[in-house]
Structure formats: C-alpha cells, structure tokens
C-alpha cells in the first residue's frame, strides 16, 4: 500500500510498473525480508526525502514447491 501512488520531488509516481520491475530484477533466492530492506531502501532512494502523505504496508511471501 502507498509504494505505486507515491511520488518523488519531480511529481513523479512509483508506480506499479517500478515496483515490478524492480522485484524481478532481484534474485529469486532472496530473502524475503531482504526483499522488504530492499525494496524500502530503493523506495525511499526513488522519494529524495518527500515525506508520506499515508501510510505504507509492505508483505513479502516466499511460496516454495
């Protein structure tokens, strides 16, 4: 919640498309709380210090087979 509709200084959106790509780019053995370490560093990397108008909630599953 809150990553796709957040923007950065330049009024730019996250995005959906940014959060994909940006989890596909990881590698499929990663943690899944690494992922979340990640994912919220690359998100507050994007934000250039503009602060959150709502909260925000990351889940990370790992499904195995």
Do not use: C
């Amino acid at each position: 919640d809150a990553f796709p509709e957040s923007t950065n200084m330049a009024g730019d959106y996250y995005g959906t498309e940014r959060l994909e790509e940006f989890l596909l780019a990881l590698p499929s053995e990663t943690p899944a709380g690494e992922v979340v370490r990640l994912l919220i560093e690359h998100f507050d990397d994007f934000r250039g210090g503009r602060l959150l108008k709502d909260d925000a909630t990351v889940v990370a599953l790992r499904r195995t087979v």
